[in-house]
């Protein structure tokens, strides 16, 4: 069965220094990977995604089939980006999704 | 925000009764599901539904139950044989298959048994 670790439940940055939240995972298949974020008293929506290879509001992440991991990475971290975020894997064929614990992010005056 | 709506916000209920949590949405997805959130545990999958008049159980569903008659709702019963229901519930939506089904939340349902 797939599975979804990360292993950081909490991260305290400064604002300005580069912030990386990990995600690793178990699937025998070829995944999609997803990250969703849930800001203070907003729902949780999407951040990216592993197929679209994009950068949103200045954050990356590259899957890594090797370490099987998916890493959510920001060089300058920005007050606004505090919130609770989410790795997501989803099946090759399907609609469902399988998420880590989440990892929440503070980042610092 | 629209699209996925979801009620009551809060809601209280007394050991060994059924509640029913109601989610509706109108972004004409085909897919609907339900997620517990406990701190510390993440997301997990309660049931979903790809399509209407079907549903298939998530990694939890044991003490819950769903139905799919129309195609904009889905609503969850938490049954007094649901042992720790005290949670908070997300309700999500999407296009059925596709590279790019994103799901789309509900604000979320706090449930407290008193």
């Known amino acids: 069965a797939q599975r979804v670790t990360q292993p950081e439940k909490l991260l305290s940055v400064f604002k300005g220094a580069p912030v990386e939240l990990k995600c690793n995972y178990s699937?025998?298949?070829?995944?999609?990977l997803f990250w969703y974020v849930q800001y203070s008293r907003q729902r949780l929506q999407l951040l990216l995604r592993?197929?679209s290879r994009e950068s949103i509001k200045g954050f990356t992440a590259d899957l890594n089939k090797g370490e099987t991991s998916f890493h959510l990475k920001k060089p300058f971290a920005q007050e606004e980006d505090s919130a609770m975020y989410y790795c997501?894997?989803?099946?090759?064929?399907?609609?469902?999704?399988?998420f880590g614990e989440g990892t929440q992010l503070t980042v610092n005056p | 925000d629209g699209g996925i709506t979801q009620s009551p916000k809060y809601l209280f209920r007394k050991e060994g009764q059924n509640v029913t949590l109601s989610c509706e949405q109108n972004?004409?997805?085909?897919?609907m599901y339900w997620y517990r959130q406990d701190p510390g545990q993440g997301l997990r999958l309660i049931y979903y539904?790809?399509?209407?008049?079907?549903?298939q159980k998530g990694d939890i569903a044991e003490g819950y139950s769903v139905s799919r008659e129309k195609k904009e709702s889905f609503p969850l019963t938490v049954t007094s044989a649901q042992k720790n229901p005290t949670a908070f519930y997300l309700c999500?939506?999407?296009?059925?298959?596709?590279?790019?089904?994103?799901?789309?939340f509900g604000p979320g349902t706090r449930l407290t048994v008193l």
């Open positions: 699937y025998s298949g070829s995944p999609e």
């Open positions: 999500a939506s999407s296009i059925r298959t596709g590279t790019y089904n994103e799901q789309f």
């Open positions: 997501a894997l989803r099946e090759t064929s399907g609609s469902r999704l399988t």
């Open positions: 972004l004409n997805h085909d897919a």
């Open positions: 592993h197929i």
């Open positions: 539904s790809q399509i209407v008049n079907d549903f």
